[in-house]
């Protein structure tokens, strides 16, 4: 989902961005797009949320600007190296497989969100301390422990490769800050939130207490501040 301003230079920017991602590098050229500082602003962090599988990124940017406030150069940041998070993404991918290859046995939508929301509570231990992958995608699926942040983003990744839109959502909840996911499902979205699916115990359990709810069901204890739109989710999904 490419949530940017509409026309062919956002487009254009958030590909030059992906591919300078991809090939890990630090600094790249875009004095061509004529991008403002806000520009680069959307489409870095349209391009962020939407791209859990570059989990080697660093949170945030740098750049370069002229004298017009047109932005030259684009400075990526990175938490791990080129060979690292190579040598990371071959287990990411396989793990990624095994559990998608298991979500494709359902027909439905429904029940593929419900493997991808499982495994991640089954296999996954709430950690706020760990390294940087514990905000990102191979928190869970290649180390089995997360925070919020990675929590979303293994879901978001898992379920945009299973043929499901989805999102990441940015706020607060419990007085600080949190990260959850958003789905459309059936031609609606709906808000998950597998953190809080997944109970502080020692003994395993599934819940569902945050599975395709509505905005007024997140919203009692759920408070949003994410820097782009989020879409409208009117009801709880009838199962």
Known sequence: LLRVREGGIAVLARIVVEQAAAAHEDQFDVSDLGLTIDDVETIY??????SPQFFWLENGYGYVYNSYGEVLYINMR?????SEADRIAAEFSATSAEILAEAEKCESGYDKLKVIHDWIVNNTTYNAYGPAYKSEAD?????????????SKAFMYLAQAAGIPTI??????????HMW??????GQWYHVDVTWDDPVSSVPML?????????????????????IEMPSAPSDYAA
């Open 45 to 50: 962090w349209a391009f962020d949320y939407d």
């Open 78 to 82: 990175y938490s791990r190296s080129k």
């Open 139 to 151: 928190g869970p699926i290649v180390y089995g422990t997360a925070l919020c942040e990675g929590y």
């Open 168 to 177: 990441c959502v940015s706020g607060s909840a419990n007085g600080g800050g």
């Open 181 to 186: 996911n958003m789905v459309k499902l059936d």
């Open 207 to 227: 819940r569902y207490d945050y599975f395709l709810i509505s905005d007024s069901a997140i919203r009692e204890d759920h408070y949003f501040s994410s820097r």
